[in-house]
């Protein structure tokens, strides 16, 4: 199977993609076809970077009994953060004004003491940032898209003998049960 960096070098499209072009179509024309470099970049998407990296650290680093030390998976998280604001050309936007880098920090290290704490390690970690490659087929006249949908599951692992795949999320709030079952994300 080839990287998600091989796969993103070939012509494709993926959710984030298909997600832009609903939301808004000029939005999608400026990030995907004249490739504009944005003024900014959200805070979450700093955190949701460090989020999955500190995760997939985690998975990785611990297994048949053994976790990885608790306290350098926090300090993971905590320089992701650091080098996301503070490591690109392209300033990172505060939501709030009060809000800084150390009120994020303090807001993620709760986030990751409640996964530790709640979510146990599972049985076998396959992989992270697995990456796929799929055709997209129409429903009625079996036609295959030229363009495949690329991306990577978050995690693969065995939970009591099952394979299931682990989407991780850091939004504010908990996603409702139609976000679970329509999104594009999870459902791609």
């Known amino acids: 199977m080839l990287t998600l960096a091989a796969l993103r070098e070939k012509p494709h499209t993926s959710v984030s993609e298909l997600r832009c072009y609903i939301q808004c179509s000029r939005k999608h024309y400026f990030t995907y076809i004249h490739r504009a470099v944005p003024a900014f970049r959200p805070l979450a998407l700093v955190l949701g970077s460090a989020w999955h ?76 940032e697995v990456p796929f490659s799929l055709e997209l087929v129409h429903p009625a006249t079996g036609e295959v898209h030229p363009v495949p949908l690329v991306g990577a599951m978050d995690a693969l692992v065995d939970e009591g003998g099952h394979a299931v795949v682990w989407e991780l999320k850091t939004g504010k709030r908990r996603w409702t049960a139609d976000q679970i079952e329509f999104d594009l994300q999870p459902t791609a």
């Open 53 to 128: 990296a500190t995760i997939a650290e985690h998975l990785l680093r611990s297994g048949h009994g053994h976790h990885a030390p608790v306290e350098e998976v926090r300090e993971h998280l905590r320089d992701g953060i650091v080098r996301g604001v503070e490591g690109d050309d392209v300033p990172v936007l505060f939501e709030e004004e009060e809000q800084d880098i150390g009120a994020l920090v303090d807001a993620a290290m709760k986030m990751l003491d409640i996964f530790l704490a709640r979510i146990p390690v599972p049985d076998v970690v396959h992989g992270v």
